[in-house]
């Protein structure tokens, strides 16, 4: 079983950046797809990134050219790099990984807040 514990959220002004970062509890963690999403109050979960156990990388189209996502093996621990932030990225940011490698997440976090104030 693995962990996920989400940290880096906060307030940040219009075009301000963040890194978020998502430690997992073992290193088993490392094979698998890392994804993250986002939730604001009323709204559907909302998908952000991914990146697999290769490194490769798929990002929703609105987060393209401002958000990165990482990992790094070492430290059991995977990242969102967010710049230019605007106010609709307020939201709740969590981390979800799926063992199999694929795109079924079965771990995730408890989530960490963003707020993007203009």
């Known amino acids: 079983q693995v962990q996920l514990v989400e940290s880096g959220g906060g307030l940040v002004q219009a075009g301000g950046s963040l890194r978020l970062s998502c430690a997992a509890s073992e290193r088993s963690f490392n094979s698998c797809t890392v994804a993250w999403f986002r939730q604001a109050p009323g709204k559907e979960r909302e998908f952000v990134a991914r990146?697999?156990?290769?490194?490769?990388?798929v990002y929703a189209d609105s987060m393209k050219g401002r958000f990165t996502i990482s990992r790094d093996s070492a430290e059991n621990t995977a990242y969102l790099q967010m710049n230019s932030l605007k106010p609709e990225d307020t939201a709740v940011y969590y981390c979800?990984?799926?063992?199999?490698?694929?795109?079924?997440?079965?771990?995730w976090g408890q989530g960490t807040q963003v707020t993007v104030s203009s």
């Open positions: 979800a990984a799926d063992p199999t490698g694929g795109v079924r997440y079965v771990y």
């Open positions: 990146v697999s156990w290769t490194g490769n990388t």
